[in-house]
């Protein structure tokens, strides 16, 4: 299934092993990993990180949600399985797949043909609402007149409700306890914004981060070509995971994002902030959708570096964040200093429904 700007493989728990410690060889090879031409030419995998990837669904027996599931991110060139965080955007995808596959029980939709699934994400240990139509016969309804960024035509939408987002993976959403962090690299130091909503980043300023020319407006191959940022900005990555206390061995988080105000002309126009991204030492060709909700939220938390930066973002509980592939509303609930829910829309559909073969 395509889920927002990502696709991969949606799988049924009762089809793997119940010990997840066998789900390694299994995914990555039907994957088509470890591959170390980087291709994954001998799987279901394209050779990005955005299309690496797997969601293991399940009816859940919690009383606050009606299916379970697991994020799967696999390492192109190792074959490595990654869950130490949620894809957002593989999220979108879970709640149509549910219900088409009938994992979801005493479903009713409301009167407009809407219906919302309770999902709960064991890698962040979060509960997340997906609200969708659905078609006469009751299955996902895919045809709408909802257009993303990044994605060609348009589909219904797909409204993702993550609730009480904050503390993802550490626990709080400044886990430094902190907006603005310094982080010491080799004799230099950097300016960053470590948070953990939805998913834990390490935000920095675009120019700070020696991106060079317009460092908002860098295109994704651009950047990912340039050999001596994508090692400073790994170096970033860890740097700012360490002071986070999370293993800077992962990959998946924290995620670096880069940040930049929005030009005159883009501001008119209703651009909030700037951003590029980095997902598995790739240059993204979107932004990772919990890195984009993270941003959301912290562009309204004071002195952080998104806060700084942000252009006429005050007061406003919806964001428009400017990508490499287009534009993306973020919006986000808080009260009291505490963020309730962060809310966005994104579109999904099934691909292919089937067999996939491995080897091990």
Known sequence: MRGGTSNGLLIHRKDLPKDEKEWQPILASAMGSPDNYGRQLNGMGSGISSTSKVVVVSTSTRQDADVDYTFVQVGIKDGSLDTAGNCGNMSSAV???????????????????????????????????????????????????????????????????????????????LPTGSPVDRLELHGKSIMASLTDIANPGVFVLAADAGVPGVPGDVHPDVLGADVEIMQRLESIRQAGARMMGLDPNVQSVPKIVMLSPPTREAAAEGVNIVCRALSMQQAHKAVPLTLALNLGAICRMEDTLAHRVAVNAGGKESIVVAHASGKLEVGSVMRGGRIESALLHRTARALMKGDVFYDI
């Open 95 to 173: 709640g149509p797949f549910a219900v088409d596959e009938g994992l979801v029980h005493g479903l009713k939709s409301g009167t407009d043909g809407e219906v919302t699934v309770r999902m709960y994400n064991t890698n962040t240990s979060k509960l997340i609402h997906s609200t969708f139509s659905l078609s006469a016969d009751g299955k996902y309804e895919n045809l709408g007149d909802y257009a993303i960024d990044g994605v060609p035509g348009a589909a219904s939408r797909i409204t993702l409700s993550f609730l009480d987002p904050g503390g993802a993976a550490t626990g709080k959403a």
